[in-house]
């Protein structure tokens, strides 16, 4: 949570402690997704780029 609120900027993402009371409550689960192909839109030109691994 230290790190939630040292790096983010206002108004990103969402306390945990809002849904979880800490890091071994049952109801919290954590999801790791292994990108294949990442595409970042710029919203001031509406080109985009596309990374992929080699």
């Known amino acids: 949570m230290r790190l939630y609120r040292e790096t983010s900027p206002?108004?990103?993402g969402?306390?945990?402690g809002?849904?979880?009371s800490s890091p071994s409550d049952?109801?919290?689960h954590v999801l790791?997704?292994?990108p294949w192909r990442v595409q970042?839109?710029?919203g001031v030109e509406l080109r985009?780029?596309?990374w992929q691994p080699a």
């Open 48 to 50: 985009n780029r596309i």
């Open 10 to 12: 206002p108004g990103a």
């Open 18 to 20: 809002d849904f979880w």
């Open 26 to 28: 049952p109801r919290l």
């Open 40 to 42: 970042v839109i710029r």
């Open 32 to 34: 790791r997704l292994e």
């Open 14 to 16: 969402y306390h945990l």
